[in-house]
């Protein structure tokens, strides 16, 4: 009988867990820009920016969004480096308060025009600081680009990038998951290395390969799978659909978001299609009720395009009514005879207008 009890209380377990494969992850987002450490706190306000370093000396920022906000409390006067990374190559940063003193200092490298330095003279208690180009809330039109499925091929990722920084007036590069093979600390801390080439900031979301076989390690790297910004007064809405599915949390957060974004040009980028718009591949969502869901919720949110990743290949077609793009093209093993290749996608956004161009730009 004991047996039989342990039995069913690991199955109910089981079930619990099958249900919610994504838990674990959406505490993982909600620690994202959150840390202390002698005498210092750091708290980005909506995680949009991981804290990757923090000591009594120094600390260092990965941005997931052209601005964020933070708050930094000491408990005494002090003085701090700090190196704000994957930013606009105009960003600055900028403090609230006039008794609080923002230095900017030479760049670590100088050809890596997306990291900022600066030296910070704080007050004892809390100070609010900004990171933002100052374009950040114009309303002009302007580009951005998308790429995803890099995965096993990071040995050739270097011409991606520089494909990328050939495009004109491109201000930051979308990503769809699947940057790494497993997810390990080695991939991940390899592509961000590699990402050292790119000329702008990479704003991304996980994929199903990032989930690997132990702890998720993406979030101490590029911060959370659930998030959103906006840039010229357009909405980018990032969502972690790794495990096929949206966790009941995460769909919340998708409701606020969608709601505050309702009037507003409006980008939803995930990794998984909730739909195989060709239909004779395991490529979407494990439910199609699910999926159903999701999809109506972004009609009624009037969202104005929706990006996918995972499928190797490139494919046009509407979801709900909003126009969708899977663009696998980073290099991961594609499908076979598609004949499209590595390439990256290029788009036009406007802030009341919507989204005004597309194009496919081709690497191989």
């Known amino acids: 009988m004991k047996h039989l009890q342990h039995f069913l209380l690991l199955s109910g377990v089981l079930a619990?867990?099958?249900?919610?494969?994504?838990?674990?992850?959406?505490?993982?987002?909600?620690?994202?820009?959150?840390?202390?450490?002698?005498?210092?706190?750091?708290?980005?306000?909506?995680?949009?920016?991981?804290?990757?370093?923090?000591?009594?000396?120094e600390f260092v920022l990965w941005g997931s969004a052209p601005a964020y906000e933070l708050t930094v409390r000491t408990d005494q006067a002090s003085d701090l480096s700090v190196e704000i990374q994957n930013c606009l190559t105009d960003a600055e940063l900028t403090a609230s308060s006039a008794s609080a003193v923002v230095e900017a200092e030479e760049a670590t490298d100088p050809n890596v025009p997306t990291r900022k330095r600066y030296r910070l003279s704080l007050p004892a208690g809390e100070t609010r600081l900004a990171v933002a180009a100052g374009d950040q809330n114009s309303t002009e039109p302007f580009r951005f680009a998308l790429l995803s499925d890099v995965q096993e091929?990071?040995?050739?990722?270097?011409?991606?990038?520089?494909?990328?920084?050939?495009?004109?007036?491109?201000?930051?590069?979308?990503?769809?998951?699947?940057?790494?093979?497993?997810?390990?600390?080695?991939?991940?801390?390899?592509?961000?290395?590699?990402?050292?080439?790119?000329?702008?900031?990479?704003?991304?979301?996980?994929?199903?390969?990032?989930?690997?076989?132990?702890?998720?390690?993406?979030?101490?790297?590029?911060?959370?799978?659930n998030f959103q910004f906006r840039f010229h007064r357009v909405a980018f809405t990032l969502l972690d659909d790794a495990s096929a599915s949206l966790d009941p949390t995460a769909f919340e957060w998708l409701e606020d978001w969608l709601a505050t974004a309702r009037n507003d040009v409006h980008v939803v980028a995930m990794h998984i299609p909730p739909i195989d718009p060709i239909g004779v591949r395991n490529g979407s969502w494990a439910s199609r009720s699910e999926a159903a869901k999701l999809l109506g919720r972004l009609a009624e949110g009037r969202v104005d395009l929706t990006l996918y990743g995972h499928v190797h290949s490139y494919y046009s077609f509407d979801n709900a009514g909003i126009p969708a793009f899977i663009s696998g093209g980073g290099g991961a093993i594609p499908e076979r005879f598609d004949r499209i290749g590595r390439h990256v996608m290029l788009f036009t956004a406007e802030h009341g207008v919507g989204i005004t161009s597309r194009q496919v730009v081709r690497v191989d």
């Open 16 to 57: 619990l867990s099958c249900l919610r494969p994504s838990e674990e992850r959406i505490e993982q987002d909600r620690a994202v820009g959150s840390a202390t450490s002698a005498g210092i706190s750091v708290e980005v306000r909506e995680g949009l920016a991981a804290v990757r370093a923090l000591s009594a000396a």
């Open 153 to 225: 091929a990071i040995d050739r990722v270097a011409d991606v990038y520089d494909k990328v920084n050939e495009l004109e007036q491109v201000r930051f590069l979308l990503g769809a998951g699947d940057l790494t093979e497993r997810g390990t600390r080695a991939e991940l801390e390899r592509f961000q290395r590699e990402l050292l080439r790119l000329r702008v900031p990479y704003f991304t979301t996980l994929g199903n390969h990032e989930l690997g076989t132990g702890p998720v390690l993406y979030y101490e790297y590029f911060g959370r799978g």
